[in-house]
């Protein structure tokens, strides 16, 4: 993976009339990079998707691919390929001709072409369905169709809109390896667009969550979970625990915050903010608090609640827990592991935390 | 289907459409030359006459010379106009689409004056030609009704993959529009062609020397001896028209479904 | 190492690939020419245009031409180009004129009215009732409209004449001794005729509306206490009547100009205002007066309507 950017967006608008769907949007995506957009419905992410392969124009705000400005380039003649999220998988070609057809323009000769598109099709496992046409084989399949079509072409960057939603969650699942597999393989930047956090979280190199048509946070996936600049974002992917707190002091790149409910602890302060007045808000991951049975000390601070209610997920179970001074109640996940005893519902618990669980949040 | 008087009447109300129109074929095998009940006895002589009569076959090559060009360019038109209506949206869309699908609920004889006085005004002839023109213009609204939803069960992004995969738009609709929406245009071409051949008030006002089919059997009305052979003529005719309007049908469901649209649904709307 | 057309054989660089991309075939230009003809509007503008040109041309223009004739006279083949009414005075005052109007008027309105009630039940049939083949029993029901009109007017002839099928078929039944006359060459022939010929026109549009109704609504208002009729008249009625009024127009409309119709069975006193037109233009030779006529009778007709329309919702608001 190089660090020369490969796409650069600039500064990119598109308005609808009154309505922006893109505000000022820049980013730079590396080659070779796996590079997510992830965010709710109508964040501008698919709009966003569309600018970079050539099929919508910014109102203002530049576009480079590779250093080229993409400016009245139409979508034939990018170093772009989509795949495109109902696959758009041309009915009337069979799998092999639905595959081969952007090659049409280079004038390969037939043996070459065929076993490019051979080639193409075994990349992604469908060998033997070349015959077959596009209401003869399942959705998982029609997706790799998909794939291989696009990456046929060789192309800079391969952009996919939403290409999992229509799949179960088993073959999803599937796929989020697969995918993350061949990107390693052919070494292409990937731009994914998804809704679907833990989709963005298994995949990519990195994550721009959008909303309102902005970027709001563009990061690793572990900083994006561990580290979330602003609520927004911390609400989005993963869930939350808002607390209030206030900040006691300043000093070197850490702050002392109280925590109400729960006490004093001295934080890292995120780069690049700023905090209006002293009031701020801290969020708490359930999975970076935990039950403390009683036996276990290793914890110096603990508060004390009551068990709400009790969610049983399989592998984990989550407690809302009503902690005194604090208006509503929180939620820890345990891990059902060996030896652990399930709470239930009324009993008195003490809930272990420390400054590593904060998180300080615009 | 249960029997209740909805499924009675809805029964009654279809033998109403077709009775009387099944009385054609039924007379034209009638052998007697008055077009009367009982009937006499069954012949084919009739339809033998037809066989010999030049004046009607010469009819019969006239309007098959103007269907032929009318359903050409008029379904040229209606993919045109379908595709800006479905596909694109623009200033004055509206007004233009009631121009264009005027036709079909003005006059006939509307429509058939203006053209002669327009025509004649700018010292054209009146011939085939003239005719063709005004049943292009009468044709033109039902090739869009049908191509429309053909146009409109379209899925949009397949034209966006060949984009996207290194074609330009001309190419585009070459290779993936056109295949798909194949069955569509047949199904344009059949029905223009039957709405051209069946045609008679345009065709009565701007012909010349030259009769279609329709002008002739017009003409035929008036000596009732000729009647059965008029009947025989136009049972011919009415086996066409089913026959081409059937083939037509099947094409439009092939068309949506190839499209992804459903053909169960509306039919010629 | 590029193909013909310009675009690159896989195996150079990608950044030469992009420059050789960007830089040839149309639209590399930037700028706001190529966004101009790249925008969706003046493309889909472009499009229409042939058909629309055409219908400009060949419809509109001539009717226009047409309104401007009325304003002329001829006498026997010299026309006048002075401007006057004396076509549309004529046409308005000559009580032959007027009658062949006022009875135009009346068929259609009987037409209509006819078309329209036994249509409905046809179209609620088609879209309550059937489930499976909605599609083959539409296709059924228009085959007969696409086929001559001529013919099914003759056909008619066949049956309503003197020794047509209904006689005949009365008197061996012996139910009648004589031939009815009453059935032939008058107005009576031409209305049922046109109502037959216009049948599935007025289903069609009836039967959309009634499917775009939500079978869910029914389903609330039974739930509610609603029974068959109440919610016919409550619901289904209102809802479809769109449809009723499109379907009404689509046959008034066209039926008040036909020709063919009165001509072969209307006899003497079944005549419509059509037949004078076609006269005007042929034997009498008064092309101006025929114009006068032909825009005098859209107008009335456009009158009718609009007031039909308004009618209906000013009555169909007085019911909620």
């Not at chain 1, 000769?109 to 369905?129: C, F, N, P, S, T």
């Not at chain 2, 190419?171 to 993936?176: L, Q």
């Not at chain 3, 930037?30 to 055409?54: K, V």
Request: glycine fraction near 8%.
């Amino acid at each position: 993976m190089n660090e020369r950017p490969i796409i650069e967006i600039d500064r990119v608008t598109r308005k609808f009339g009154s309505f922006t769907a893109l505000d000022e949007v820049s980013v730079q995506i590396r080659e070779g990079e796996f590079f997510s957009l992830l965010g709710p419905s109508g964040c501008g992410k698919t709009t966003l998707l569309r600018q970079i392969a050539g099929f919508d124009d910014p109102t203002s705000g530049a576009i480079r691919i590779d250093g080229q400005a993409m400016v009245g380039v139409p979508a034939n003649r990018r170093p772009t390929n989509m795949v495109f999220q109902n696959y758009a998988i041309f009915p009337h070609l069979t799998v092999a001709q639905n595959v081969a057809y952007g090659l049409r323009r280079l004038h390969l000769g037939k043996a070459e072409r065929e076993r490019r598109v051979q080639e193409a099709l075994a990349q992604v496992d469908m060998a033997h369905l070349g015959a077959r046409r596009s209401n003869e084989i399942s959705g998982g399949q029609r997706q790799r169709v998909a794939l291989a079509r696009a990456l046929i072409m060789r192309p800079k960057v391969l952009l996919l809109d939403e290409p999992l939603s229509a799949l179960d969650k088993k073959l999803r699942e599937q796929m989020q390896v697969e995918l993350r597999h061949l990107q390693r393989q052919v070494g292409i930047t990937f731009i994914l667009v998804t809704h679907d956090q833990e989709e963005a979280l298994t995949m990519s190199d990195r994550i721009a969550v959008m909303f309102g048509g902005k970027i709001i946070q563009c990061d690793s996936p572990e900083e994006i979970y561990q580290r979330p600049r602003s609520r927004v974002v911390a609400e989005f992917i993963g869930g939350m625990n808002f607390l209030d707190a206030s900040i006691l002091s300043e000093s070197d790149g850490l702050i002392e915050v109280d925590v109400a409910g729960f006490g004093r602890a001295e934080v890292k302060k995120p780069a690049d903010t700023t905090f209006n007045g002293s009031g701020l808000t801290i969020g708490a991951r359930p999975e970076r608090m935990t039950l403390v049975y009683g036996e276990d000390a290793s914890f110096n601070r603990v508060v004390s609640g009551t068990v709400v209610e009790a969610s049983y997920y399989g592998d984990m179970t989550y407690y809302s827990i009503a902690i005194d001074a604090v208006d509503r109640p929180i939620v820890v996940s345990m891990r059902n592991t060996i030896g652990r005893r399930s709470l239930a519902a009324g009993e008195k618990v003490q809930v272990g935390w420390g400054p590593e669980s904060l998180v300080p949040l615009t | 289907m249960k029997i209740r008087p909805l499924s009675i009447y809805a029964f009654l109300y279809l033998a109403f459409l077709y009775v009387p129109v099944l009385f054609l074929p039924i007379f034209s095998f009638n052998d007697s030359a008055i077009v009367a009940f009982p009937i006499q006895g069954l012949t084919t002589r009739w339809y033998e006459n037809l066989w010999a009569n030049d004046v009607m076959q010469g009819a019969l090559w006239n309007s098959l010379r103007v269907a032929v060009a009318c359903s050409v360019i008029a379904t040229i038109l209606g993919i045109c106009g379908a595709r800006a209506l479905t596909r694109y949206h623009f200033p004055g869309k509206g007004g233009m689409a009631a121009l264009i699908m005027l036709p079909l609920v003005l006059p006939e004889i509307i429509i058939a004056i203006s053209l002669l006085v327009v025509l004649l005004q700018l010292g054209f002839n009146l011939s085939l030609i003239s005719v063709t023109l005004g049943h292009i213009l009468m044709a033109v609204p039902f090739s869009i009704a049908v191509l429309s939803s053909s146009f409109e069960g379209f899925d949009r992004s397949l034209e966006e993959a060949s984009l996207d995969l290194g074609e330009g738009p001309a190419v585009t609709f070459f290779r993936v529009t056109l295949p798909i929406v194949a069955p569509g245009i047949l199904s344009s071409l059949l029905v223009t062609f039957t709405i051209s051949l069946d045609e008679f008030i345009v065709a009565f006002f701007l012909s010349g020397t030259e009769p279609t089919l329709p002008i002739y059997i017009w003409s035929q009305l008036r000596f009732t001896a000729k009647l059965p052979d008029v009947l025989a003529l136009g049972s011919l005719l009415l086996l066409a028209s089913v026959v081409l309007l059937s083939v037509a049908e099947v094409m439009r469901r092939r068309a949506a479904k190839r499209a992804g649209a459903d053909p169960a649904s509306g039919g010629f709307l | 190492m590029t193909s013909a057309s310009g675009v690159p054989v896989i195996g150079i660089p990608l950044s030469e690939a992009a420059v050789i991309q960007a830089g040839t075939g149309e639209g590399a230009s930037s700028g706001w020419r190529a966004r101009l003809w790249r925008s969706e509007a003046l493309r889909g503008f472009a499009l229409i245009s042939p058909t629309f040109l055409y219908a400009l041309l060949l419809l509109l223009a001539p009717i226009l031409v047409i309104i401007v004739f009325s304003f002329w006279t001829q006498s026997y083949l010299e026309i006048d180009r002075t401007a006057t009414f004396v076509n549309y005075i004529e046409a308005w005052t000559d009580p032959l004129y007027r009658i062949l109007m006022f009875r135009s008027l009346g068929v259609s309105a009987v037409v209509t009215l006819f078309t329209v009630l036994l249509a409905y039940p046809m179209a609620y049939y088609l879209s309550f009732k059937v489930d499976q083949r909605k599609a083959l029993w539409l296709f059924l029901i228009t085959i007969p409209f696409w086929t001559s009109y001529l013919l099914r007017v003759f056909a008619w002839k066949i049956i309503l004449g003197y020794n047509g099928a209904i006689n005949a078929s009365l008197m061996e039944l012996g139910i009648i001794a004589q031939p009815m006359e009453f059935l032939l060459y008058n107005v009576n022939s031409v209305v049922i005729t046109l109502a037959h010929a216009w049948a599935p026109f007025a289903i069609l549009p009836i039967f959309v509306s009634l499917e775009k109704i939500d079978r869910s609504l029914l389903e609330a208002a039974t739930d509610l206490g609603d029974g068959a009729l109440r919610r016919f008249l409550r619901i289904t009625l209102p809802l479809s009547l769109p449809g009723v009024i499109a379907a009404a127009l689509i046959v008034f409309i066209p039926t008040v100009g036909d020709y063919i119709t009165p001509r072969l069975v209307g006899g003497k006193d079944g005549l419509m205002i059509s037949n004078m037109i076609q006269v005007q233009f042929g034997k009498a030779n008064n092309w101006p007066l025929g114009a006068a006529l032909a825009v005098s009778m859209m107008m009335i007709v456009a009158a009718a309507s609009l007031a039909f329309v308004g009618l209906t919702r000013l009555l169909s608001s007085r019911i909620r």
